[in-house]
């Protein structure tokens, strides 16, 4: 393998991970096995003693995941990495391995909305005491720390608010009080947030959205900075077992090639589609970190390098408006999901955040009549012409709506 260190990101999306293989293959093989021969009695002695070259056992470890897995480390700059099943699969693992009973966990308050249920759901039953808190705001962040706080799980920009928290500030503040920080770096990617340079200590991806990057992966990753993480976070996933299986690492890393290329373009779509919207005479407000409008502008240009592909707004007539827009578009996609080649449009407070209730929603900034816009990487020209020929079909309803008193 190359000395991934002194070559570009862009080179590094095309090159790390990959080794010699058997015939020449320029790419991993897929070892589609679910287990490895010993030579002898003496080799798998040596194996699970965790001596020697070789593989047991693809739960435990699999040469096609390892590839991708050495990619994905080397993008983020961290030590390892370990594939899993699922995003929700790597997040998991990452609080089984860092909370017990009686610890406390300080989450963003804009969080993927099944990070909040399985915390307040699944971890509380078991003892640990969650708080969610806006950490845009510092002085919250700093508020909320207590003695038992274990970890300190941020995403930002925060789904699907947007908001943005200052990675380096709160790992100082976690870091004087004994916590580790573990950030969701799905909706940047590396090619533009390293949470590694900001101190974080593991760094977790939904690798379905845009490190795949073409809508047809579930799986997820966790990533770590020293070296003394890994062990335990892989006994865990080894027991729990939400592994990746070979096939979707090997399309993931496929994936992982374009990455840099894909996320220059999803930067500057979404720059020009959150620029139009925001001049729409229907749209209320427009929430993109590549705004000068947007309340954290300027401490997502200390921490990330482009201003990534996705948008969220608000549109007068709230839910209804909400609801006429995405019957009407055409090329952009009416799903759930993000990060892939195609604009997928969707509506959180009915899809990805219904789970949390609507008191939660509110708390976490989510209003009905707020839409999610992935910008994918058509040109921009037609994603913008789509979206202007739905916001009419919108202005036309709410003109008869309004003439006939129908407004929910
Ligand atoms: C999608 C997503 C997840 C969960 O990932 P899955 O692969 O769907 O399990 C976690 N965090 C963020 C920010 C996401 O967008």
């Not at 027991?239 to 930067?267: W, Y």
């Amino acid at each position: 393998m190359e000395d991934h260190k002194n070559i570009s990101f862009e080179s590094m999306c095309v090159h790390a991970g990959i080794d010699e293989y058997e015939f020449g293959s320029v790419v991993p093989p897929i070892y589609q096995t679910s287990t490895f021969k010993f030579k002898s009695a003496q080799h798998g002695a040596a194996l699970f003693a965790g001596e020697g070259k070789g593989h047991i056992y693809t739960r435990m470890s699999n040469p096609t995941i390892e590839a991708m897995e050495d990619s994905v480390a080397a993008l983020e700059g961290g030590a390892k990495a370990l594939g899993c099943a699922s995003g929700m699969a790597a997040i998991n693992v990452v609080f089984a391995t860092f909370l017990s009973a009686g610890d406390h966990v300080l989450c963003s308050q804009a969080v993927y909305g099944p990070t909040n249920t399985l915390l307040r759901t699944v971890y509380t039953r078991f003892g640990v005491e969650v708080s969610f808190v806006d950490t845009s705001d510092l002085n919250a962040v700093k508020e909320a720390m207590r003695p038992e706080t274990k970890l300190v799980y941020i995403e930002t920009p925060g789904n699907p608010t947007l908001a943005i928290s200052d990675l380096g500030e709160i790992v100082k503040i976690a870091h004087e009080g004994g916590a580790k920080v573990c950030v969701d770096n799905t909706f940047m990617s590396p090619a533009l947030q390293k949470p590694f340079e900001f101190g974080a200590d593991v760094v977790v991806h939904s690798m379905t959205k845009f490190l795949n990057g073409h809508a047809d992966v579930v799986a997820g990753i966790i990533v770590v900075k020293e070296p003394s993480d890994y062990s335990p976070l892989k006994k865990v996933l080894n027991q729990t077992g939400g592994v990746i299986d070979p096939f979707n690492s090997f399309l993931v890393h496929r994936g992982i090639k374009t990455l840099a290329l894909r996320m220059e373009r999803h930067c500057e779509n979404a720059q020009k589609v959150a620029e139009f919207l925001e001049k729409h005479d229907l749209i209320q407000s427009v929430t993109y970190p590549g705004l000068r409008s947007h309340p954290h502008y300027f401490t997502g240009l200390k921490q990330h390098k482009g201003h990534g592909g996705m948008i969220t707004f608000h549109l007068k007539g709230g839910y209804d408006a909400g609801e006429i827009m995405m019957n009407s578009v055409k090329l952009c996609q009416l799903a759930v999901s993000l990060g892939g080649v195609e604009t997928l449009i969707q509506h959180p407070a009915s899809m990805t955040h219904f789970s949390m209730g609507p008191d939660a929603r509110k708390e976490a900034g989510i209003d009905e009549g707020m839409v999610r816009l992935s910008v994918g990487i058509e040109h921009y020209k037609d994603i913008i012409k789509d979206l202007e020929a739905a916001l009419y079909e919108v202005g036309e309803a709410l003109t008869v709506k309004q003439e006939k008193n129908l407004f929910r």
